[in-house]
Protein backbone atom coordinates (compact mmCIF):
# COMPACT_ATOMS: atom_id res chain seq x y z
CA UNK A 1 0.00 0.00 0.00
CA UNK A 2 1.22 3.50 -1.02
CA UNK A 3 0.75 7.06 0.83
CA UNK A 4 -0.43 8.63 -1.95
CA UNK A 5 -3.94 8.91 -2.47
CA UNK A 6 -6.22 9.64 -5.37
CA UNK A 7 -9.00 12.21 -4.36
CA UNK A 8 -11.89 12.49 -7.09
CA UNK A 9 -15.21 14.58 -7.21
CA UNK A 10 -13.94 17.24 -5.95
CA UNK A 11 -15.52 20.50 -5.66
CA UNK A 12 -13.91 23.01 -8.05
CA UNK A 13 -14.25 25.38 -4.75
CA UNK A 14 -12.03 23.42 -2.73
CA UNK A 15 -8.61 24.50 -1.75
CA UNK A 16 -5.27 23.07 -0.40
CA UNK A 17 -5.92 24.03 2.86
CA UNK A 18 -9.14 22.67 3.13
CA UNK A 19 -8.64 19.25 1.63
CA UNK A 20 -5.73 19.12 4.07
CA UNK A 21 -7.75 19.77 7.06
CA UNK A 22 -10.41 17.27 6.25
CA UNK A 23 -8.08 14.30 5.85
CA UNK A 24 -5.75 15.28 9.27
CA UNK A 25 -8.64 13.62 10.40
CA UNK A 26 -7.16 10.48 10.15
CA UNK A 27 -3.12 11.29 10.14
CA UNK A 28 -0.14 13.19 9.37
CA UNK A 29 -1.01 14.83 5.44
CA UNK A 30 2.60 14.95 3.71
CA UNK A 31 1.45 16.65 0.76
CA UNK A 32 -1.08 17.98 -1.33
CA UNK A 33 -1.74 18.46 -4.68
CA UNK A 34 -4.57 19.98 -6.80
CA UNK A 35 -3.88 20.14 -10.34
CA UNK A 36 -4.91 22.81 -12.45
CA UNK A 37 -6.36 22.95 -16.25
CA UNK A 38 -2.98 25.03 -18.20
CA UNK A 39 -6.30 26.90 -20.03
CA UNK A 40 -8.49 27.37 -17.91
CA UNK A 41 -6.80 27.85 -14.77
CA UNK A 42 -9.28 26.04 -12.94
CA UNK A 43 -8.72 23.07 -10.46
CA UNK A 44 -9.70 20.24 -12.87
CA UNK A 45 -11.58 18.32 -9.97
CA UNK A 46 -9.45 15.86 -8.45
CA UNK A 47 -6.81 15.86 -6.17
CA UNK A 48 -3.46 14.10 -4.76
CA UNK A 49 -3.20 13.64 -0.99
CA UNK A 50 0.34 11.77 0.60
CA UNK A 51 -0.54 10.44 4.08
CA UNK A 52 2.35 10.17 6.01
CA UNK A 53 2.43 6.47 6.67
CA UNK A 54 0.42 3.90 5.67
CA UNK A 55 -2.01 3.23 8.11
CA UNK A 56 -3.00 6.82 8.21
CA UNK A 57 -3.75 6.58 4.51
CA UNK A 58 -5.74 3.14 5.07
CA UNK A 59 -7.51 5.27 7.44
CA UNK A 60 -8.35 8.12 5.37
CA UNK A 61 -9.72 5.77 2.18
CA UNK A 62 -11.92 3.99 5.03
CA UNK A 63 -12.75 7.39 6.35
CA UNK A 64 -13.08 9.65 3.32
CA UNK A 65 -14.64 7.78 0.53
CA UNK A 66 -17.70 8.67 0.01
CA UNK A 67 -18.53 11.44 2.67
CA UNK A 68 -19.58 14.50 0.90
CA UNK A 69 -17.74 18.04 1.22
CA UNK A 70 -19.02 21.07 -0.70
CA UNK A 71 -22.00 18.85 -1.35
CA UNK A 72 -20.26 16.02 -3.54
CA UNK A 73 -19.61 12.52 -2.71
CA UNK A 74 -15.63 12.20 -2.38
CA UNK A 75 -14.25 8.93 -4.22
CA UNK A 76 -10.86 7.92 -2.03
CA UNK A 77 -8.27 5.25 -3.25
CA UNK A 78 -4.84 4.41 -3.46
CA UNK A 79 -3.23 6.39 -6.43
CA UNK A 80 -1.59 4.14 -9.37
CA UNK A 81 1.25 5.58 -11.36
CA UNK A 82 0.18 5.92 -14.71
CA UNK A 83 1.96 3.29 -16.96
CA UNK A 84 4.59 5.19 -19.35
CA UNK A 85 3.22 4.87 -22.72
CA UNK A 86 -0.25 6.31 -21.19
CA UNK A 87 0.79 9.78 -21.24
CA UNK A 88 0.66 11.72 -25.06
CA UNK A 89 3.68 12.32 -26.42
CA UNK A 90 4.88 15.72 -26.57
CA UNK A 91 5.86 17.96 -29.11
CA UNK A 92 8.84 19.41 -30.09
CA UNK A 93 9.77 22.38 -27.63
CA UNK A 94 11.01 25.96 -27.63
CA UNK A 95 12.81 27.39 -30.94
CA UNK A 96 11.17 30.26 -31.94
CA UNK A 97 9.56 31.11 -34.91
CA UNK A 98 9.93 30.09 -38.85
CA UNK A 99 12.04 32.08 -40.70
CA UNK A 100 11.96 31.40 -43.96
CA UNK A 101 13.56 28.75 -46.12
CA UNK A 102 17.57 29.62 -46.11
CA UNK A 103 19.19 30.46 -48.99
CA UNK A 104 22.66 31.30 -50.40
CA UNK A 105 23.89 34.36 -50.89
CA UNK A 106 23.69 37.61 -48.95
CA UNK A 107 24.85 39.22 -45.29
CA UNK A 108 28.72 38.45 -46.52
CA UNK A 109 28.53 35.00 -45.59
CA UNK A 110 29.67 33.76 -48.70
CA UNK A 111 26.68 32.89 -49.78
CA UNK A 112 26.60 29.64 -47.57
CA UNK A 113 25.39 28.26 -43.94
Not at 87 to 95: D, I
Request: glycine fraction near 20%; hydrophobic fraction near 35%; charged fraction near 20%.
Amino acid sequence: MGNRLFVGNISFRATPELIRSEFAEFGEVSDVHLPMDRETGRMRGFAFVTMATDAAAQAAIAGMNGKSIEGRPLVVNEARPAPAGDRPPRGPGGGGGFRGPRTGGGGGRGGAY
